[in-house]
């Protein structure tokens, strides 16, 4: 009973889901003048998530780390597990050529909680904002869609302008995204996606994900016929409030 109940509510937020958002691939261009902000829960998210869109387009982005990182590394201190996954974390930015990069430093594993940090952010002056899909099944990876969402609202109550065509684009690191409206091909820079990830390697001990992001960007070239892709979902502001709302 409960797994078809499940099942049931699964399905039907899948198809309302669906019904909000155009899902044929597009190619997703980002000109010059586009200010495009990453937020990344934790140290490596950005770089299996979009490491290839990043190393493509350095001078649009900056990054920001959310979270500290002190619950990713056994056997050591939470000051010097810290100070491990922040080093690893520049030396990647440093692969990508990224150069307007901060850390949040909210607590691991605690992210929902730190909306008083996260509010900090001036969403206001990006026309993209790049998150982890809100399915992604880890706490803080969620959590950025829920904090996204109140600043949002929090900044509408306040009168505080944000882009009139700002778009919320959802990237993959945990799971993938079921509803993908936009790629980019990366096929020309994968050799600086696996050296962002190569970076992390407190994280890459532990597991090879090099191969696992690089097997999906290879799937995810499949329906266009390129050799690597980093697929997304781009929304409008209301549409990602609505998705939001679901869950």
């Known amino acids: 009973m409960i797994k078809k109940f499940l099942f049931k509510n699964l399905a039907y937020k899948f198809n309302k889901l669906s019904s909000l958002i155009n899902l044929k691939p597009k190619e997703l261009i980002l000109s010059s003048e586009k200010r495009c902000l990453c937020l990344c829960p934790h140290p490596d998210d950005e770089s299996i998530g979009m490491g290839g869109v990043l190393s493509l387009f350095p001078s649009n982005f900056d990054v920001i780390l959310l979270t500290d990182g002190r619950k990713g590394i056994k ?12 080093e690893e974390f520049k030396a990647a930015m440093n692969v990508a050529g990224i150069n307007n990069y901060s850390l949040l430093k909210a607590e ?3 992210l929902v909680d730190n909306f008083e940090l996260f509010k900090t952010i001036e969403i206001e002056k990006y026309d993209y904002i790049f998150l982890p899909n809100i399915i992604d099944q880890h706490p803080d990876h969620k959590a950025v869609s829920i904090l996204l969402k109140r600043l949002l609202e929090e900044k509408n109550k306040a009168g505080v302008k944000i882009k009139s065509d700002l778009k919320i684009c959802f990237y993959e690191v945990w799971s993938t995204l079921g509803m993908v409206n936009a790629f980019v091909d990366i096929s020309e820079v994968i050799d600086k996606k696996k050296a962002m990830i190569s970076t992390y390697k407190s994280q890459t001990a532990q597991k090879d994900y090099e191969y696992y992001a690089l097997g999906l960007n290879q799937y995810r070239g499949m329906f266009k016929d390129k050799k690597y892709v980093e697929a997304f979902c781009v929304l409008e502001v209301e549409d990602f409030e ?3 709302g679901l869950y």
Not at 78 to 85: F, L, P
């Open 75 to 86: 056997n050591l201190s939470q000051e010097e597990t810290i100070r491990i996954r922040e």
């Open 108 to 110: 691991d594993k605690r």
């Open 242 to 244: 609505k998705i939001c």
